[in-house]
C-alpha cells in the first residue's frame, strides 16, 4: 500500500479501514489529519470521516489522550 502525502502512519481499525495519521500544511500553517482510510474493490482512499485540527494544538490533545487511557476499564 502507497502512502499518501503527509502520512505519518497508519492503524488498521477492521479488515478494509484504517485510521490515518499525516500532517498537512495549509496557508503556511500545519495541522494533525487524523482519517478514516478504506481499502477495498469499490473504493480505496480517504473518507469524511476524520478531523483536522491546528498543530498549535497538539500538546492539549496528548494530554485528552491521556485522560482517555486512564479511564479506560483495565483488563482483569
Not at 470521516?49 to 497538539?58: E, K, P, Y
Request: glycine share 6%; net charge negative; with cysteine.
Amino acid at each position: 500500500m502507497d502512502k499518501e502525502e503527509g502520512e505519518i502512519c497508519r492503524m488498521q481499525i477492521n479488515p478494509t479501514d484504517y485510521l490515518l495519521f499525516s500532517i498537512k500544511e495549509y496557508k503556511g500553517k500545519h495541522y494533525i489529519d487524523l482519517r478514516k482510510y478504506v481499502v477495498s474493490d469499490s473504493y480505496t482512499g480517504f473518507t469524511k470521516q476524520g478531523v483536522r485540527f491546528i498543530s498549535d494544538l497538539f500538546n492539549e490533545f496528548e494530554e485528552k489522550m491521556a485522560l482517555l487511557k486512564k479511564a479506560l476499564p483495565t483488563a482483569e
